[in-house]
């Protein structure tokens, strides 16, 4: 099997040139798929039977809850490529991922709260899905603390890789338990309105926000990225004409 | 990056001391030989093969006392060295009496090390160079807190290892009197300069 | 090897019985906060009955997390760990001596101090066995886990709140079993299905955690 590509992705100024070629396109389709899937969602699709216009916020709320967690499911792969190849590309993307995952994370708890208090009558109740990410957003807030407390940076990534990795682990062990608390404490009383039932063009611009989501998420991930490349290279000369390149043209 | 451009063999009978001044790596140096940690770049062999493929190989050839050696305060003397020894080459109750009387210690097999002066502890730390050693010893300031004829013995424990086909890696300010055939002397700081 | 896993637990349990003050902290801890909740919620005996698991869960959980902060630190302080890394013994396996041992000295001790917090939250003494049961299969994940925390944090001046920040989201499985085999009981019911349960995660944590835990005091060993 030919393993040059694999390589490649872990030479900096090699990922620096490539995604510096991807990024406006990336970011360009980030920006129409959001600007069309939220401007139908929003503005264009049907009300809703029960939950008349308040059902709208999922066209939010559901792009950011599958993105948090795609998030950490792509800090757990880092973290396993990090650990297992020793890439450094790996620990730069783990842990400059998991700010992005914990914003979204947050984005989805506070839309799902709005969304509850016209649906269940209440900002919080303690379901098992809300519970989760709640769950899930502390676990960002241990992979961000831990980076931000250990001041060596090889070491600062290699435990964050470990810490993502255990998360990882203990994810679905934590989604059961939590789905078996809330089934012994109360009875599902509030379920999610069957997403089956949606019609097609409740759907469509669902889909497109949930794409636009993604490449948002690459996009702003790719640029933390370079940046934190640069910080990090700073000594290559490479990255000196770089950035003598990007500050003479702001001049 | 602490040094670059570091190209180093060394062999059977030698004695490298590291020297330079604080921060130009010295510690570092050593803690990447013995496998504690792994360099940023460049690579360390082990009889021609990478160290890191060869961790079990290295454990039985190394000894390693840093500057912090290992030495519990809470433990006696004998206990300390007991354990130590179980954990790298296990050694008789006898043979670890005899190796503290070497370094000085008769009469404190059973004294908490908390209770001992930094000198003595550390020769606590050093009694292991007398327990059936493996070849390659690497120390980092092994002279701390050690008193004039402490130093003396130790150069010569040292220098006899060295001249039996030992080889020792070390790190200290002090100048050495006692010289085995084999010394090398590599200073970080004017390598950096 | 197995010799040095021995005389691992042997050292580890003289080290702690010669600081026995040690030893008790974490169940003073664990008896006072059980002792501070009649104080917050009311005397009133068949509202403590029914929050005794979740009170005796929680104190108990703190108590080991904070129990396990100094794990590793003395050891490295002083040098222990790298003489550790250095020998040919495979370190998941020393870490796993590491654990055992300090389970042993302050897990179980928690365990065998619990019935009698339970009975004074009043808590029936039909549940007792259960309760036992779930914390002798529970408190060694809570330890393994803790050590994951520790051994990332260890070189870390203030690493205590970090630990607990780190951990304490992985203990929720742990509490929601132990919690639900004595909530089960109280109200009459088999707890056997969430002991099981209990019971494979104690294994799951014993097969894995000490290679995290391995993993995560050479990082902090190389720093």
Redesign the interface.
Known sequence: MNWTWFHKWGSPKWFYEMSGRWLPWLGVAAILLLAVGLAWGLAFAPPEKYQLDSYRIIYIHVPAAFLAQSCYLLMAIAGVVSLVWKMKLADVALQQAAPIGAWLCFVSLVSGAIWGKPTWGTYWIWDARLTSMLILLFLYFGVIALGNAISNRDSAAKACAVLALVGAVNIPIIKYSVEFWNTLHQPATFTVTGKASMSADMWLPLLISVLGFYCFFATVLLMRMRLEVLRRESRASWVKAEVARLSGGNR | MLFEGLDLQLCAGEMLQVAGPNGSGKTSLLRLLCGLMQPTSGEILLQGVALTRQRDELARRMLWIGHAAGIKGLLTAEENLAWLCALHRPASLEDIRAALAAVGLRGFEDVPCHTLSAGQQRRVALARLHLDPPPLWILDEPFTALDKQGVAELERHLADHCEAGGLVVLTTHHSLAHLPAGYRELDLGQRRA | MS??FT??LV?EA??LF??PAELANPLVFFAVVIALFPLAVGPESQQLRNLSPGLLWVAALLAVLLSLDGLFR?DF????L????????PLSLLVLAKVVAHWLFSGLALVLLSPLLALMLGLPAHCVPVLLVSLLLGTPVLSL?GA?GAA??V??KR?GL?LA??I???Y??VL??GT?AL?ASLQGLPAAGQLLWMAS?TALAVT?APF?IA??LK?????
Request: glycine share 12%; no cysteine.
């Open positions: 010799n040095v005389l691992l050292r003289r080290l010669r600081r003395s302080e002083d040098g222990s790298e003489q550790w890394v250095v020998s040919p013994h886990l994951v990332l944090t070189g870390l690493g970090l920040l780190l304490l989201p992985l929720i499985p929601i079993l639900g909530q995660l894995l995290a993993a995560g990082i902090s060993i190389g720093e």
